[in-house]
């Protein structure tokens, strides 16, 4: 079984940065595809970024490239989402996600289904 605990969510004005984790426990001797997903208030969850925990190829939403980077420290088991130039849009619940794999699709990595498990995941408020 994996766990998933996310932390590093918080309050910050617009243009402000943040970093979130997400502490993996459990058969680390697996590979994952491993992601962030995101839902604000009314709205669906929806994905943020997707990798691979054996490297490769990272993935991300239109809405957020060239402001987050994901990436993981395996040593650590820890998956990371660092988030620069926020925006009020960027406000909503992050969550982490994972799924036992060979690898992340390009065409369904952002596809809440795929998952099996799932963090509790942390505010994100942007403030203007």
């Known amino acids: 079984q994996v766990r998933l605990v996310e932390s590093g969510g918080g309050s910050v004005q617009t243009g402000g940065s943040l970093r979130l984790s997400c502490a993996a426990s459990g058969p680390t001797y697996w590979s994952y595809c491993m992601a962030w997903f995101r839902q604000a208030p009314g709205k669906d969850r929806e994905g943020v970024a997707a990798l691979y925990t054996r490297g490769g190829s990272t993935y991300y939403a239109d809405s957020v490239k060239g402001r987050f980077t994901i990436s993981r420290d395996n040593a650590k088991s820890t998956l990371y989402l660092q988030m620069n130039s926020l925006k009020p849009e960027d406000t909503a619940m992050y969550s982490c996600?994972?799924?036992?794999?060979?690898?992340?699709?390009?065409?369904?990595?952002?596809?809440?289904?795929?998952?099996?498990?799932w963090g509790q995941g942390t505010q994100v408020t942007v403030s203007s």
């Open positions: 996600a994972a799924v036992r794999a060979y690898g992340c699709s390009s065409g369904s990595w952002s596809s809440l289904g795929i998952y099996n498990y």
